[in-house]
């Protein structure tokens, strides 16, 4: 139930947009009765909104790490999650709705304070793909710029620098990431602290 | 923000409410953007000469965080309208970012560029590009660091933006 409920949560959103969007449409779309709807969030929309974001959320994470898992050495790994991170993001009509029409929705998230919070939460989740590489504050501080880059470029594009795009990214890394670490075992541990 | 109408804006400046519409035909959504521009404009000019008398790039970039972030965090109408009505600023603020963050790319380079152990083969252009990138997003979400301390600055300066220049 969650599950089919959450894909048409989504196809609603990427139609109509997230404040247009009811439970009753929801549970038409899913094909099930409004009260089994209400049955699976007694919380209604907010509770329904907050479960799909939060699905969606831990798929792009497992997405950055599987991205991650199988590559041979640091700079790889980092291109392949920040890739694999935005085509998965691209790939959710959702997203590409309430960007374009809703993005008082999303801004409050990835700017100032909200930003912090964002960082702080992606940079902890993320740290741990590239801790075979890194001491636990090195990949912290690694995790924590590449959500950066990752914000900065997402939300003003640079053309020489497709986030989708693997030797792009590949490029980005290698300039402007990698000369900032310095490595396990040796005496500077990249804290900025 | 959501209480100040184009009639009170008018009011205050002692203009007709006609007057304001041509020159704002956009009306208030058009007035807000503009007043960002400008007061962004207005925040990189002060900066142009607070760092005019930096010796090197390290120099540039520690001024350019401490005064950035100064600029932001006690900006009183920004953070009130931060708080109270972000959904009408951000999406303005974001359409200013390429703009904002060439003008201080633009007032990076020269500082690159006067780096003499810069990496060999470096391009300016893109680097000026990065670092004012990561300048912003620093001075708005600095995290725990306490950018209003100068060597907090100063020690991020020497670990995330330095070294993308000059080797370490």
Redesign the interface.
Known sequence: MPELLHDAALACISRYGVAKTNLDDVAAEAGVSRASAYRAYPGGKQALLESVFAAEVAGVVQSIHDAIGPADDLGRGLAAGITAAARRIASIEAVRFVLRYEPELVLPHLSFAGLDRFLSTASAALAPAITRWLDPSTARHTAELCVRLFVSHWGNPDPRVRLTDPDQTLQLVEDFVLPTITRKGSSNHGNDH | MGKTAVDDIAQEARLSRATVYRHFPGGKDQLIRDAVMWETAHVVEQLRETVAEAADLEEVLVETLSFGHRAVSTHEVLQKV?QTE???I??A??SE??WL?ELLATHLRPAIAATSDR?PGL?ID??G??LA??V???I??????DLDDPEVAR??V???FL??VV??
């Open positions: 931060l972000p959904e009408r951000l999406p603020l974001l970012t390429p963050v990496r391009d893109a680097a590009a990065h990138r990561l912003l997003s620093f708005t979400a600095p995290g725990d660091r020690s991020l020497r670990t995330q070294p993308v080797p370490g």
